[in-house]
């Protein structure tokens, strides 16, 4: 079973438009994820917040966490085409064996040129 | 470029049979995670190793074992392949204790079928 869900399964924006994408989680967790994916290939580390954590940046990217809904948003601003991919929030719960990583299911963007 | 290297990049197996995945961690990394992939889906954890012990298990039956070796590379052994068994098996490197997880380095990940 998947700890995550994201919501939407899809978003297709222009090229400069804004994607965001959101994620739900059901337990209680020490950190929260982004991962982005190309083609069905190796997960990249787009960015971590913990828990003590509202909200994060990085370059053109924001991440917020709400814990007290169990959910966080992940925010692309002035999307590129090569942003095309697909986002998948990834939670470590707390009392998780093994320090694993639960995925969601992700949100398949398209940006279209 | 995370420097976590898979071989084979793809494979294709017949039911019954066992298979063998391998992994390089990025060079200084001690922990190795393999994670199933099914289309469409997100990854699921299968197990974790640190220090070449097992650290960790998801949800997956006995026949998916694991070794990890001194210089941190990785196998991922499946026995007794089933056609749900079909998936991108991912490799993740890391460099923590047994603490929390930070950040993954993923590997490009080796496409298995089973026909």
């Known amino acids: 079973s998947q700890q995550g869900e994201e919501d939407p399964q899809a978003l297709s924006i222009q090229e400069g438009e804004n994607a965001t994408m959101n994620c739900s989680y059901k337990t209680s967790i020490n950190n929260l994820q982004w991962y982005r994916q190309n083609s069905g290939r190796g997960l990249v580390h787009l960015i971590l917040i913990r828990s003590n954590e509202r909200e994060k940046h990085s370059g053109r990217l924001r991440v917020t966490l709400d814990t007290s809904k169990k959910s966080s948003s992940l925010l692309i601003t002035a999307s590129r085409a090569a942003d095309t991919a697909s986002y998948f929030c990834?939670?470590?719960?707390?009392?998780?064996?093994?320090?694993?990583?639960?995925f969601g299911g992700g949100t398949r963007v398209l940006v279209k040129p | 470029e995370t420097g976590v290297t898979q071989s084979p990049t793809h494979l294709i197996k017949t039911r019954g049979q066992q298979v063998t995945l391998r992994c390089s961690s990025q060079s200084g990394h001690n922990t190795v995670s393999w994670y199933q992939q099914a289309l469409g889906q997100g990854p699921q954890f299968i197990f974790q190793y640190y220090r070449e012990e097992e650290n960790g298990r998801g949800n997956f039956p006995p026949r998916f074992s694991g070794l990890q070796f001194p210089n941190y590379s990785s196998e991922l052994n499946v026995n007794a392949l089933e056609l749900d068994d079909s998936a991108l098996y991912l490799c993740a490197s890391s460099l923590v204790g047994r603490g929390v997880s930070e950040k993954l380095f993923f590997g490009s990940g080796t496409q298995l079928s089973v026909l």
């Open positions: 990834a939670t470590v719960p707390i009392g998780a064996a093994g320090n694993k990583l639960t």
